[in-house]
């Protein structure tokens, strides 16, 4: 959101709450909003050092107050807010550090060296204001001189989304270039993991195979997810089932993303053409698995690797992957051989077993053909 003023207020000892400096000084109906909410500006004590954030009058009001008790104050008191002002309905989750951030400073500034009440220092606060209106509304950071010595650097830092859940039979893939993860700092650990995320290992096998444990993994990949550079798919099997998204058609029209997939998906030595790789992928479809799929086309013929082919449709979500779930009828738990090694894998909530069959091929090693066989012939 665009910050449309910030001012400075504060408890006059004959005036009462007061705005001493305002950037930009003519915003309409301001002085009407401050004097319906001054009691929430300059507050009582059970909200200093709060962020308080009030609606009036079409804006957006959000400050922190402070107090500094010493009696060489009027009142043996200071009481003072830096308070940012915005359109009514924006979104100020962003700018709350930086509003705590700028009055804690302040406060910090005043018992140090009476930065906000000596007039010699006071005067520099309509500058330092000015300062961070231009600089918060151009690049959204702001470096403010106190003195010779000290600076006061604030800036908004994008919140990122909570990483999701990380499963044992996921499968992490990267979306960025070589280049970039190997001039990423990474720590000793991720580097550990990082040659055996090849978009095909799901993440019990990368803990296997890398030697570290299976937790520490799954944290790992929430950091490369929550930074963009792993996203996550399903493991490739040849009984999978794929249907085309609608953002299929983005491959007939962006060049970028045409270079991009007929080097992915190529064979080594092939150029395949992006009218065939296009016609693949619109090929699948729900009851055609892949290894249906490949004994229908010869793609080899077509310069197309069919596990790079799954891989890169389903890491630019041109393709999705249809899953396939049993469900247990029988009123009771007892299972009959062979699907005992199977119960000791999953967990049932009352009648019905969701259950996805790669988990099952990577938790219990069930070959899909075993496990999709038991589930064809039981009755239950």
């Not at 994008?158 to 499963?167: A, G, N, R």
């Not at 086309?297 to 992957?321: A, C, P, W």
Request: with cysteine.
């Amino acid at each position: 959101g665009v910050i449309k003023c910030i001012f400075f207020s504060e408890f006059h000892h004959i005036s009462g709450p007061i705005i001493s400096h305002q950037v930009p000084d003519d915003l309409p109906l301001l002085k009407d909003a401050f004097d319906a909410v001054h009691d929430l500006i300059i507050t009582k004590q059970a909200l200093y050092d709060r962020l308080v954030s009030v609606d009036a009058l079409g804006y957006r009001i959000v400050g922190s107050p402070r107090s500094i008790e010493n009696k060489k104050y009027p009142r043996n008191a200071f009481i003072f807010n830096f308070v940012f002002v915005f359109e009514v309905n924006t979104d100020t989750t962003l700018f709350e550090p930086v509003i705590l951030k700028l009055g804690a400073a302040f406060k910090t500034y005043e018992l140090e060296s009476s930065f906000l009440s000596q007039e010699e220092s006071r005067s520099k606060l309509q500058s330092i204001l000015c300062s961070v209106f231009k600089d918060f509304n151009r690049c959204g950071c702001c470096t403010i001189p106190i003195d010779e010595t000290k600076s006061l650097h604030l800036k908004i830092t994008p919140s990122l989304p909570d990483p999701p859940t990380i499963q044992d039979h996921h499968v992490p893939i990267f979306t960025c270039s070589q280049e970039d993860i190997d001039s990423a700092p990474w720590d000793l650990t991720i580097q550990q993991i990082l040659p055996y995320v090849n978009g095909f290992n799901h993440v019990k096998k990368i803990a296997e195979e890398s030697e570290v444990d299976n937790e520490i993994v799954k944290v790992c990949i929430q950091h490369l997810i929550l930074y963009a550079f792993v996203k996550l798919i399903t493991i490739f099997q040849y009984s999978n089932v794929y249907t085309a998204e609608p953002k299929i058609k983005l491959l007939l029209d962006d060049k970028v993303l045409q270079k991009e997939c007929i080097e992915y998906v190529a064979l080594q030595g092939s150029v395949p053409k992006i009218g065939a790789v296009f016609r693949l992928y619109c090929s699948l479809e729900a009851g055609l698995n892949v290894k249906d799929l490949c004994n229908r086309v010869d793609m080899k013929s077509e310069g197309v690797n069919e596990r790079t082919f799954i891989q890169y449709g389903l890491m630019r979500g041109l393709i999705h992957h249809l899953q396939k779930y049993p469900v247990f009828l029988r009123p009771d738990d007892s299972l009959p051989s062979p699907l005992d090694s199977i119960k000791r894998c999953v967990v049932y909530q009352g009648s019905l077993l969701n259950l996805l069959f790669v988990y099952m091929h990577c938790c219990s090693f069930i070959m899909y053909s075993c496990f999709n066989a038991y589930i064809e012939y039981d009755n239950n």
